[in-house]
């Protein structure tokens, strides 16, 4: 990747970042945009793992729910 290219990905990364308030200003060089860069990898990657993280614990969760109404279902059926 060029380096216009990360110092694009950096900016769009602190705007996303910081959202409203107002970004705090660097010096734009080639070493703090590598630096910058890769922690903007690292901050995605990371973030990709917490969605995957939480998608697989819905799904345990809806699962859990199904196996309790099942059991419950058939208490209610022996007991009846």
């Known amino acids: 990747m060029e380096a216009k290219e990360k110092e694009s990905q950096v900016a769009a990364w602190l705007k996303k970042i910081f959202g409203d308030h107002p970004i705090p200003q660097y010096e734009v060089n080639p070493r703090t ?3 910058l860069y890769h922690l903007s990898e690292h901050n995605k990657s990371g973030t990709e793992m917490s969605t995957w993280v939480i ?3 819905k799904q345990k969760a809806s699962e859990w729910d199904q196996t309790v109404k099942s059991r419950e279902l058939k208490n209610t059926r ?3």
Request: no cysteine; aromatic share 0%; glycine share 0%.
């Open 78 to 80: 022996l007991t009846v």
């Open 55 to 57: 998608e697989d614990l």
């Open 33 to 35: 945009t590598e630096i």
